[in-house]
């Protein structure tokens, strides 16, 4: 029974009697107190408080996450978040609060949502930020449409969006969602854009590049101001895809690098926990010319304290309800008013140091197709690996087995059998050195143990699925074996 649903677990002969719901108060006849209506039995699993507390604290001792195992995903930065920032979120002051209380009685709120817009300018070097976006993908959307309204303005009508093959997989959608047709640019040997292609591909149609920096590969566009003059010489835009911001904390801006856009993915960056689609913020900035088209309400200062403005008659709009993923908002402050300049310089070194350290460990073992140093994150090949007949997937499943989290798979498309990962500065260096060594043993396996490869992962209570299978037929419905199937 230990991995049975909790259904399976009722029966008409479990006890309940050891809680007791409701003391004192007899049974009546729900028609006596609402009149025409019908009590019907709900299909609903029949245990006593302490057999479903049970089943759901076994349940969570399964979850795999980063407070129970590392967990390298690259380019998704999911490191460990410091339990102060959690506790802070959590202030009956923070987390009490209704978003349409006047704003004369949140005002703690507002000077939250104020001044971490301002340590944001500061660290990016932008002007003016939105902290609406509830998501990395949704202040794409919000960053592409302030360049589609901005271009409106002035009497441009482009049509294209360049993206390198280096760039995140939301890019190209984020660009059509916006009406742009993406353009695709191809990465040199070296992993980097190509200028000459740049220039042959860039003309009056284009109406920005979007950037990744460091890219997917871990490397840093070293010609970023090369490409900001031709890029703005055409009279374009650069939007800065912050997803890979963490190694770049208090060591540059993304302005000084001619960015005039940007979003940064506060759930990966600053503190705050993420994962299966949420919570997430997607926190957008932009240089002063293009403030005016920013997101309504901001939040501005004045004698009287902290309001709402919702007077920008160049605004794109609302992007969500309310004013943002509020409590993720203070998780991140309080994240940047804890280490602040030089414990975040400190937190870009270790990420950028672990991620290098790695590479140099796994070369002689695994295929680096890019030999430079690295940022934040190394991308491995296992294509000697794939010769011998196992996979990166076969890897990736396996390293389940030793107590680690798959790293990112087949990403970026550009390398053949990728394995892209992100260790973080959040990880110790015995942690990595233990998934190193795993890595090498997973290796030597191909060898002596193949068949157990190809199996895993074997000490989980999920063995390997068809995950082709699973994605093109899901079944995403509990039938009760009791009821009859139209009931169910």
């Known amino acids: 029974m230990e991995n049975s649903l909790i259904f399976d677990k009722s029966s008409d002969s479990v006890s309940t009697d050891n809680v007791s719901f409701s003391p004192g108060i007899p ?26 507390v049970r089943h759901y604290s076994r349940l969570a001792r399964k979850n795999f996450s980063v407070d129970t195992n590392f967990y390298p995903l690259g380019s998704c930065t999911m490191k460990y978040n410091p339990k102060l920032n959690e506790d802070t979120a959590n202030l009956d002051g923070f987390k009490a ?31 003016s930020f939105s902290l609406q976006p509830s998501s990395g993908a949704q202040g794409e959307l919000t960053g592409l ?18 993206i390198p093959d280096s760039a995140h997989g939301t890019n190209p959608a984020t660009a059509a969602m ?34 990744t920096n460091p890219n997917t590969l871990g490397l840093f566009e070293e010609n970023i101001l090369e490409i900001s003059d031709i ?13 890979n911001f963490n190694p770049l904390l208090a060591v540059t801006k993304p302005a000084v690098m001619g960015f005039d856009v940007l979003h940064l993915n506060l759930h990966k960056t600053f503190s705050t926990p ?37 007077k920008c008659p160049d605004t794109i709009g609302r992007v969500r309800s309310f004013y943002g993923n509020f409590t993720v908002l203070v998780r991140a402050y309080s994240y940047l008013l804890r280490l602040g300049r030089n414990g975040l310089l400190n937190v ?55 107590g680690y989290h798959p790293p990112t798979m087949y990403f970026p498309l550009i390398v053949k059998e990728a394995l892209m990962i992100e260790p973080t500065e959040t990880e110790s260096k015995q942690t990595i050195d233990a998934f190193i060594e795993a890595m090498i043993s997973i290796n030597k396996e191909i060898s002596t143990d193949i068949a157990r490869l190809k199996e895993a992962p074997a000490n989980v209570c999920v063995r390997r699925v068809d995950e082709v299978f699973a994605a093109r037929n899901p079944n995403l419905r509990w039938q009760n074996p009791s009821l009859e199937s139209d009931d169910a």
Request: charge should be negative; aromatic fraction near 8%; proline fraction near 5%.
């Open 27 to 52: 049974d009546c006849d729900i028609s006596s107190i609402f009149p025409g209506q019908v009590r019907h039995e709900l299909t609903i699993p029949d245990l006593g408080e302490s057999a479903v």
């Open 178 to 211: 916006c009406g742009y047709k993406p353009i695709v640019i191809e990465s040199k040997d070296n992993g980097l854009i190509d200028i000459e292609k740049l220039k042959s591909l860039i003309d009056q149609d284009t109406a920005a590049i979007m950037l």
């Open 231 to 243: 890029i703005h010489g055409n009279g374009g835009l650069l939007y800065y895809d912050g997803a």
């Open 348 to 402: 870009s070194q270790t990420a950028v140091v672990n991620a290098n350290y790695i590479k140099e460990r796994l070369k002689d073992t695994y295929t680096v197709p890019y030999s430079q140093a690295c940022m934040h994150e190394v991308v491995l090949s296992c294509d000697k690996q794939k010769q011998n007949g196992v996979s990166a997937l076969d890897i990736a499943k396996r390293l389940i087995d030793y």
């Open 145 to 162: 449409l302030v360049i589609r309204k901005y271009h409106q303005s002035i009497g441009n009508n482009k049509t294209t969006v360049i």
């Open 97 to 127: 609060i209704h978003p349409y209380q006047p704003p004369e009685f949140c005002q703690g709120a507002l000077y939250v949502l104020y001044h971490l817009e301002k340590l944001l300018t500061a660290l990016t070097g932008m002007d």
């Open 274 to 310: 993420h994962g299966c689609g949420g919570p997430g913020a997607g926190a957008v900035g932009v240089i002063k010319e293009l403030s005016r088209f920013l997101p309504v309400p901001r939040v501005t200062k004045s004698q009287d304290g902290y309001r709402f403005d919702f």
